[in-house]
């Protein structure tokens, strides 16, 4: 069951991500200064793609949950009911949403660790 000790492990393989304590004493990883996912108590909130995210809202209720919290797209995640290969899938779509298309291609052409 992926924790988001694993997310957060993830996120930092990935190109020009930083981890930023926000004054409410959330987590935030962000890439180029823009915010892609978010610890913030026992809530983990990731930054998908709008599409994808409106599907799973619809599919998968039990796991992904519209954000109360935030502005524009973002969802609650279930962290624990993800298994690990998808959790990568989700910091990398989350990531991608924010990441500048400099990072997104140096990763695509197998510089850095990635996903």
Avoid at 38 to 60: M, N, P, S, T
Avoid at 75 to 102: C, G, N
Wanted: a negative charge.
């Amino acid at each position: 069951m992926p924790s988001f000790d694993d997310l957060r492990r993830l996120a930092l393989r990935l190109p020009e991500v930083a981890e930023i304590v926000q004054p409410d004493g959330a987590l935030a990883l962000q890439a180029n200064g823009r915010t892609f996912a978010v610890h913030w108590g026992e809530r983990v909130i990731l930054k998908l793609d709008r599409h994808h995210q409106e599907i799973l809202f619809d599919l998968r209720p039990e796991t992904f949950r519209r954000c109360k919290v935030a502005m524009g797209y973002w969802s609650d995640l279930a962290i624990e009911t993800v298994d690990e290969a998808e959790l990568a899938a989700l910091v990398r779509e989350a990531w991608e949403t924010v990441a500048p298309k400099r990072a997104i291609r140096a990763l695509e052409a197998g510089e850095g660790a990635g996903l």
